[in-house]
Each structure stands twice: as C-alpha cells, then as structure tokens.
C-alpha cells in the first residue's frame, strides 16, 4: 500500500506547479497600461504648419490619436502636431524637427547612421518664426 505522507507531497507538488501555471498565465494576459494619474500630466505640442500652441492632458491627446509621432489637432483634424522646442536664437516655441525612419534601428550601426543624420538635421534646421539656426553657438 502506498504511503500517505507521499501522496500528500505528490498532490501538493502539483498543486504548486498548477498555481504557478495559472498565475503566469494571469500575469501575461494583463493588459500593461499606464496608471490613470499619467491621464492627466499635461503636454504642450505645436501644429508644424501654423504654429498653433496647444497645451492638453495625456489622456486627451491619446484620444485624439497618434500617427507617425503626430497628434491630431482637434481644431483641423490633421496629424500636425509635434513636440515643442525652445529656439535660441529667439526664445520662441517652435517644432522639434523629426526624422521619419522607414523601420526601427536593427543594430547598432543603423542606430549611429541614423544618429548622425539626427545631428545633421538638427545643424540644419531654421527657426520658422526667426529663420535662424537652431544650432546654439556658444
């Protein structure tokens, strides 16, 4: 006859591995989105083409949508507004220049070419409203 003791180990053992299981299934199937607080952390973007100032919570601007690194403008309804930087040259909010990649890095090498062009972008870039370079001279 078999000993009790061992039975009552094999059942708890599988007890474990079953729990285990299960709990890494729950976990993985969580969604992972930001706490709701984040919703209302405001961020100011710019339209790229008028200029425009907008100053709105995160949450809001995700419901507007996002396509390319743009957000919608609630006024226009394009994909037009960006990150504001400071120019200085003037002190002036303008857009923050992006480089559209056709895909993401895939190594290091990409990265620093893509970098590069980064850098070379912004030694290039005019302030619309100054039309001077955003390049600080010091």
């Known amino acids: 006859m078999k000993d009790p003791k061992k039975i009552a180990q094999v059942v ?11 709990c ?8 992972r989105r930001a706490p709701e607080w984040t919703n209302d952390i405001k961020y100011e973007r710019i339209d790229e083409n008028t200029l425009e100032l907008m100053t709105l919570p995160a949450g809001q601007w995700e419901s507007l949508g996002e396509k390319g690194k743009k957000y ?3 006024n226009t309804g394009t994909f037009t507004m960006v990150p504001v ?6 002190g002036e909010k303008i857009p923050v220049p992006y480089l559209r990649p056709k895909q993401a890095p895939r ?3 990409e990265l620093q070419a893509l970098m590069k062009q980064e ?9 619309p409203k100054c039309e001077q370079s955003t390049t600080a001279s010091r």
Do not use: D, F, H, Q
């Not at 890494?24 to 969604?31: A, I, P, T």
């Not at 850098?119 to 302030?127: D, G, L, Q």
């Open 72 to 74: 919608k403008n609630p």
């Open 12 to 22: 708890v053992i599988v007890l474990v591995i079953i729990g285990s299981i299960w």
């Open 119 to 127: 850098r070379e972008a912004m030694a290039n870039y005019v302030c």
């Open 107 to 109: 190594n290091p090498m």
């Open 24 to 31: 890494g299934v729950w976990m993985m199937s969580r969604s």
């Open 85 to 90: 930087m400071t120019c200085p040259s003037c």
